[in-house]
């Protein structure tokens, strides 16, 4: 039974991310203009489930989500509890409202268009470099 090294599926995963990442980008850039809506982003993905896969071993490496609880200080100071499901959530890290509530820059969703782009890139890069890795492993050109 052949299975998918841990590598080729936390790239896949991670591309997978980024065309999720792509597409939330465009939808705010089409309406850099609606009133009142608002920037969303995409959730960086979990790769701890690929970490734990290769054991649990003494020593082997361990990853886990960090447990946020937040206090009534911090809700009196503006803070909201973390949202549980879906990837998509509103973007906190925009600089600026318009006076009719948008708050989509279009310089600031460029730059991260142009991030994916470059993520994507790399990704891509070590695909095919894992693929040609594998290729000679067994024999093939």
Not at 111 to 134: H, P, S, W
């Amino acid at each position: 039974m052949a299975t998918t090294p841990p590598l080729l599926t936390g790239i896949g995963l991670s591309m997978k991310h980024l065309s999720e990442r792509q597409r939330v980008i465009s939808e705010n850039i089409a309406n850099s203009e609606t009133p009142r809506f608002k920037a969303r982003e995409v959730k960086a993905p979990d790769f701890s489930a690929l970490l734990a896969a290769q054991g649990t071993a003494a020593g082997a490496p361990r990853v886990a989500r960090p447990r946020i609880q937040i206090t009534s200080g911090m809700v009196a100071l503006g803070a909201s509890p973390p949202q549980a499901g879906g990837n998509v959530v509103m973007d906190k890290d925009t600089s600026e409202t318009k006076p009719d509530g948008n708050n989509v820059t279009l310089e600031e969703q460029l730059l991260k268009m142009g991030e994916v782009q470059a993520d994507f890139a790399a990704m891509t890069n070590l695909y095919r470099k894992q693929i040609g890795l594998l290729k000679a492993a067994i024999g093939r050109n």
